[in-house]
């Protein structure tokens, strides 16, 4: 089965420079989540997509801003990055129950960022 | 708001021992209540998760977890751990579906022979 697919895999910027992580939902997936996991802790949410608005919203910094695009994949676009940003980036996917979905979240892969 | 718990940052069972990963809840609204398992640099996998109806959630690799309301618990167990059982794994909680999942902070499970 497909899953969510997400690129690229591995990244390492300098302090200061900007990123872009896409991610591509599961097939039929209508919404999309973004979470962050720093070294050694637990994920923490970021922001999250339903049909292309913005869902909800976490402990995302003013430096990051996300969309998702009328194919559904969404992007994590980072700016003035800091050695703090260094985590790895997980996109998740699901579909709701009212479109015949289950509402459960499948992960992606991650993106390890590096911030040197 | 949604918060959870558990109980022990590292876990080390011998292999076939009963495994018992804990984990306490907190939630304002019926929560659904999920497992993840994460093997080292991977991404998350659900294990099991409960929304509604019965109470015993049967999930993937023999595990399964019961939710009690009365106690806030949603504890994970399995009755014969095997080596390649060892990961972390995260419980999380949501408000209910497409909503964001709060995780706890993990449990490194180790397996020794």
């Known amino acids: 089965a497909a899953g969510v697919i997400q690129s690229p895999r591995h990244l390492i910027k300098e302090k200061r420079e900007t990123a872009t992580l896409k991610c591509y939902p599961i097939?039929?997936?209508?919404?999309v989540y973004w979470y962050q996991q720093g070294p050694g802790q637990d994920p923490q949410f970021l922001i999250s997509?339903?049909?292309?608005?913005?869902?909800d919203k976490g402990s995302i910094p003013d430096r990051f801003s996300a969309q998702q695009f009328s194919d559904y994949h969404s992007e994590l676009n980072m700016s003035s990055l800091e050695l703090g940003d260094s985590a790895l980036y997980f996109c998740a996917s699901s579909r709701g129950v009212l479109e015949g979905g289950t509402d459960t979240q499948y992960f992606g892969p991650g993106t390890r960022l590096t911030v040197l | 708001a949604q918060s959870v718990t558990q109980l022990g940052s590292h876990v080390s069972v011998s292999e076939g021992a009963l495994v018992l990963l804990r984990c306490n809840y907190s939630?304002?609204?019926?929560?659904?209540l999920f497992w993840y398992v994460q093997y080292p640099n991977q991404g998350l996998q659900l294990l099991l998760k409960?929304?509604?109806?019965?109470?015993l959630v049967k999930g993937i690799n023999g595990f399964e977890a019961e939710f009690k309301k009365s106690e806030t618990s949603f504890h994970l167990t399995k009755p014969s751990a095997h080596m390649s059982d060892a990961a972390e794994y995260f419980c999380a909680v949501s408000p209910g579906g497409g909503n964001k999942l709060t995780f706890g902070t993990g449990t490194q499970l180790k397996v020794e022979l």
């Open positions: 409960y929304t509604t109806g019965a109470t």
């Open positions: 097939p039929r997936h209508d919404t």
């Open positions: 997509f339903y049909e292309k608005m913005q869902s």
């Open positions: 939630s304002s609204v019926p929560p659904y």
